[in-house]
């Protein structure tokens, strides 16, 4: 038992399957600098069709994408509206600044989903006094949203925001690095989500399991333009089509077996929930977040109790941790994981706060067979 390590960090972590890697051995490749790549042409048509784009533009992460979106969909000087959990604020603020010289307007929501309202109050100001602000020029949403549970943006809001950026002016982007698991769990297609936006971003390296990859979506004159600033960003890539038909693969094969993972992540949050001790975010798609305040200990102390267990947790932030099911976790996998981390957390509760923890690690260290520090 001590073998089976139960993986929940992040849904990067899928591997490749042998299925996967045959089809990447089995691409034709050519340099995609020379536009030679017919895999790559193949997955760029692929999914611009998916998303009913023009065009599309393998990136070799989900960061270049976002990033070189920025360059292209806003000028320097001007700004962005987001929510504060949204990844292009969580984790790129700083790379924002630095390469594109735009401004964040990061908005604190509830769930991370940007609505007509809330985009209005956070430039109320604006017209008062014009001349002291950023001019607003991109509203960008994140789906489905990592930092609030995997929640997927309704389609009613993104047609509103859709509707009201067209009247001001504004364009709209969709970092959709998840944009599949919201499909899968809304019956929303893709399609749909295309339409509410000027530009997407999707990553083929989360739950669909590709070993890297993402891919800009959008008209043919945003993807000629973030053509030069990929290889402005060292993003030019050579004989990707084996990057292309792993992107391909998980597609056609990996695509419908998302909602599995929903599952899971539900049953694993429910599981959690029962325990009456941790407030849990019963998740949409695949992540679960826990937020583990009420049994007084640190989260980065529960998350090594986890560890000594087999359940490998993300401390996200604050008092809250993470769990993300994608095709490494089975069924079985996820049962034994949900009875692991539950019985830790009553555990812990039942001694009540510190002395609690102390009792449940030592338990739990016995277990594993380490000595606590
Ligand atoms: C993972 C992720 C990215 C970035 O992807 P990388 O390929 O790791 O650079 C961007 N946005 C969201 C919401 C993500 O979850």
Redesign the pocket.
């Known amino acids: 038992m001590k073998d089976d390590i139960v993986d929940l960090r992040s849904d990067?972590l899928s591997r490749p399957t042998p299925a996967m890697l045959q089809a990447m051995a089995q691409a034709e490749t050519g340099d995609d600098c020379f536009g030679e790549d017919k895999t790559v042409h193949a997955l760029e048509e692929h999914v611009a069709g998916l998303f009913g784009k023009e065009a599309a533009l393998l990136m070799p992460?989900?960061?270049?994408s976002?990033q070189v979106a920025l360059r292209v969909l806003v000028d320097r000087g001007n700004e962005v509206i987001c929510d504060a959990s949204h990844?292009i604020n969580f984790f790129e603020a700083a790379q924002t600044a630095d390469f594109s010289g735009v401004s964040l307007n990061p908005v604190q929501t509830q769930d991370g989903v940007l609505d007509v309202a809330t985009i209005q109050s956070s430039i109320e100001t604006r017209a008062r006094w014009s001349h002291s602000y950023a001019v607003p020029k991109l509203v960008w949403h994140?789906n489905t949203v990592?930092g609030r549970g995997g929640r997927v943006v309704p389609l009613a809001t993104l047609q509103q925001v859709r509707d009201w950026t067209a009247q001001q002016g504004l364009a709209t982007y969709m970092?959709g690095?998840?944009v599949w698991n919201a499909s899968v769990a809304s019956g929303v297609s893709l399609a749909q989500y295309g339409q509410t936006a000027t530009a997407l971003s999707v990553?083929f390296?989360?739950g669909l399991g590709a070993p890297m990859g993402?891919a800009l979506v959008g008209s043919r004159d945003v993807i000629t333009q973030a053509r030069r600033w990929r290889k402005w960003y060292g993003g030019g890539l050579h004989q990707s089509g084996v990057v292309a038909a792993a992107a391909l693969y998980a597609l056609r094969h990996h695509l419908p077996l998302l909602a599995d993972d929903h599952e899971n992540a539900r049953h694993f949050a429910l599981g959690l929930m029962d325990t009456g001790c941790v407030d849990v975010v019963v998740p949409e798609t695949n992540i679960a977040l826990f937020d583990i305040s009420r049994l007084g200990i640190e989260p980065g102390r529960f998350v090594s109790m986890a560890d000594w267990l087999g359940v490998k947790l993300l401390a996200w932030r604050g008092q809250v941790i993470r769990a993300v099911f994608c095709l490494n976790t089975t069924r079985k996998q996820t049962l034994n994981a949900t009875t692991r981390i539950a019985s830790l957390i009553e555990r812990i509760a039942a001694r009540g706060g510190v002395a609690g923890a102390a009792a449940a690690e030592g338990a739990a260290a016995n277990w594993a067979g380490v000595s606590t520090p």
């Open positions: 990067t992460t989900g960061t270049m976002n990844h994140e990592n970092d690095a998840r990553c390296a989360k993402s």
